[in-house]
């Protein structure tokens, strides 16, 4: 098969969790497990870090890896989803992995794969476990995809656990209270293996600390042990970041501090939106447990954060698309993701806001709906995908919370109304879900 006939194949016999839900989703390692074992178990030549959470865990995992590039080492990175390129899965030293390498994989396995019947995330697990170690990669960040105990990518026994923060999300998946889908994600701290826990809740630290306990973990709460604030201002909070900045500008310039005592002075980091000052925070505590096994100087963490986005490839992230008039799309795409991002858009100084809104069919969209601003403009899309909601279903879901708009039967065509109806000085946002995102940047 060539790469196209590959794709074809992968997403239609294989299912795919961000397709289709929670039919792709198997709440065991069997098959991942079966996956490794055929390849000869290359995750367990590898090391890696492990990065879970309900929010901000691919912020994490790319600036983790930048970081890791800057001081030279030669690093595999494994994200999902993807947004425009099934490749910006598996990257080494930001390049994604090769469209033959892919092509040449699936074609050696497939008889193998149609016996264990993978799902498509299980059987990339096993691809990019394999990429890497042909590469020879000095060190694997691996993000999970969905919770943690049971995600495909818990086969590994890394070197660092990072879990950046709990959440609502999945609940039908991974729990219907915070302290379930703790438990969840907390399933990635493994024996003897340090974790370190980005923001901290009360819900959520009683189980961290009860399964680290277990496995003797030592734990770091990040938020506990480092502040961040906006470059020559006090440690302050998310809220108040978000006033002072104008959310256009293509690098923000952070403080951190370590029991009030400064750290890094005036680090510039290339993902804006305010939300990464809590991130920045975990990846900071990381790499202090990480020059345990790593030399990583301060010039390396300055080169790193500045960097993120053209070393890594991360894109979706307070995406500036344009800026007469302003267009900005964010994957946030939970209720917790939503507010902060929502916090932005209304630092923003606008003469009229038009909200571009595509989400997917299993989420609990009344919890995002409900904090959507009722003064905007909607044009109601659905993405190009199976999992989509009905752009139908969703407007008529918005206007029992008083959200008015037009109903599209595209993406794209969402947002050539926008522009066309938009002025100068006008915020058009692009939201609701990844894939809503990955149409229009």
């Known amino acids: 098969m060539n790469y196209q006939q590959t794709l074809k194949y992968l997403y239609d016999a294989l299912p795919m969790y961000q397709r289709v839900g929670i039919a792709a989703y198997k709440a065991n390692l069997d098959n991942t497990i079966a996956i490794c074992d055929l390849l000869n178990n290359p995750h367990r030549q590898l090391q890696c870090i492990h990065v879970a959470g309900t929010n901000g865990k691919g912020s994490v995992s790319h600036m983790i890896a930048a970081i890791l590039q800057a001081a030279g080492y030669k690093t595999g990175l494994y994200t999902s989803p993807h947004l425009k390129d099934f490749r910006e899965r598996i990257r080494v030293n930001g390049k994604m992995i090769s469209k033959k390498f892919i092509s040449d994989f699936v074609t050696k396995h497939q008889k193998d794969f149609e016996k264990i019947q993978p799902s498509f995330f299980e059987m990339t697990v096993g691809l990019a476990f394999q990429y890497f170690l042909e590469n020879r990669v000095d060190i694997a960040v691996i993000e999970t995809g969905l919770g943690g105990r049971l995600d495909s990518t818990n086969v590994i026994h890394p070197i660092l656990s990072v879990i950046t923060n709990i959440d609502w999300d999945h609940m039908n998946l991974l729990g219907d209270t915070l302290e379930k889908i703790a438990s969840e994600k907390a399933g990635i701290i493994k024996r003897e293996v340090p974790v370190v826990i980005g923001e901290l809740t009360s819900p959520s630290k009683r189980v961290f600390i009860k399964k680290a306990k277990e496995m003797q973990a030592p734990i770091f709460f990040a938020s506990k042990e480092m502040s961040a604030a906006l470059a020559g201002t006090s440690p302050i909070s998310n809220k108040n970041a978000v006033k002072q900045l104008s959310g256009i500008e293509a690098y923000i310039r952070v403080d951190v501090s370590r029991k009030r005592k400064l750290l890094y002075e005036n680090l510039q980091l290339d993902l804006t939106g305010s939300y990464q000052l809590k991130n920045v925070v975990t990846v900071l505590q990381s790499i202090a447990l990480l020059k345990q096994h790593f030399e990583i100087r301060e010039e390396h963490i300055r080169i790193g954060l500045s960097t993120v986005k053209s070393s890594t490839g991360l894109a979706g992230r307070w995406h500036v698309i344009s800026r007469k008039p302003l267009i900005i799309a964010d994957t946030g795409h939970n209720q917790a993701g939503m507010k902060v991002v929502l916090e932005m858009v209304h630092s923003l100084s606008f003469d009229n806001l038009h909200f571009v809104l595509g989400m997917v069919n299993d989420k609990d969209i009344d919890k995002i709906l409900s904090l959507l601003p009722k003064m905007a403009n909607y044009y109601f899309c659905k993405a190009a995908i199976p999992r989509g909601l009905d752009a139908v279903l969703l407007a008529e ?25 938009a002025g100068l000085n006008d915020l058009i946002f692009v939201g609701g879900s990844n894939f809503t995102v990955a149409e229009v940047i």
């Open 397 to 421: 879901a918005a206007a029992s919370f008083h959200l008015k708009g037009e109903i599209y039967n595209s993406v794209k065509a969402a947002l050539k109304a926008a522009k066309s109806k």
